[in-house]
């Protein structure tokens, strides 16, 4: 592993917004002979660990993908089991978000949820409003499509094609309040977007690692805002 702390580096290298699509948990608990509730457990440390980094490291805001629009597709008692890991992060460590100044946002759409734990998430996104510290926005039955789908149509309803530019479809997403997203780390080693942040990923750097998200942690973070910091951002300049 690398160093915990990050390198120093000019302001403007470093990332404002950071995205991470977390794999491989159910990868991680097949290499140790464990059932894949195992490998979720683990990552939800994992979420522990790099959170209170990202805080340290000075960042603005951090985007998880916990629960995408596909996910229903995994088997029901699968489901069931993150349903019931998403609720016992939010009663352990909302204390801890509260104390730490951290806005909790939620993009996607949870009201899908099981009716108690939408009034859990609900509590948990009011109880930080007040806060002015970092944004922590968790992914919570997101999918990119849907998100850019029902952006259109609100836009049509109220104004005529030629209204409709960049600048009014970012303003209808659900990052709306965010900073622009810098940078999108996917662990595990695949690398696609997996329908995660297609809009905001437009100018975003990419990085994906081999690391199985429940052993991502502080230093694989550092290691990925040097990446970061050593990348030329044009955007489509020279």
């Known amino acids: 592993m690398a160093t915990a702390a990050v390198p120093e580096l000019a302001p403007a290298a470093l990332p404002r917004h950071v995205a991470i699509i977390m794999d491989g948990n159910g990868r991680w608990a097949k290499q140790r002979r464990l059932p894949r509730l195992a490998g979720h457990r683990a990552g939800v440390e994992a979420v522990r660990r790099v959170t209170r980094a990202a805080r340290a490291m000075g960042l603005e805001a951090l985007t998880l993908y916990a629960f995408s629009s596909e996910n229903w597709r995994r088997p029901e008692e699968e489901v069931s089991d993150l349903m019931g890991l998403l609720r016992l992060f939010i009663r352990s460590d ?8 951290v806005r909790l946002r939620v993009i996607g759409d949870y009201r899908r949820f099981a009716p108690d734990l939408v009034a859990l998430v609900d509590d948990a996104v009011a109880r930080t409003d007040g806060n002015t510290g970092p944004v922590l926005a968790i992914a919570l039955n997101y999918g990119a499509q849907a998100e850019l789908a029902a952006a259109a149509r609100r836009l049509a309803a109220r104004l005529p094609a030629e209204a409709i530019d960049e600048a009014a479809i970012e303003a209808e997403l659900e990052t709306a309040a965010l900073p622009p997203l810098d940078l999108l780390i996917r662990t ?3 690398q ?5 942040l297609l809009w905001q990923a437009a100018y975003a ?23 970061f910091g050593r990348r030329q951002r044009r955007y489509g300049g020279l």
């Not at 696609?192 to 995660?196: E, Q, V, Y």
């Not at 750097?205 to 290691?223: I, K, M, R, S, Y």
């Open 188 to 190: 595990s080693g695949e």
């Open 94 to 101: 909302l204390a801890e978000l509260v104390r730490e100044n």
């Open 205 to 227: 750097e990419l990085l994906f690692v081999d690391t199985l998200w429940p052993d991502f942690g502080a230093d694989e973070l550092a290691d990925a805002i040097a990446a």
């Open 192 to 196: 696609r977007l997996s329908n995660f």
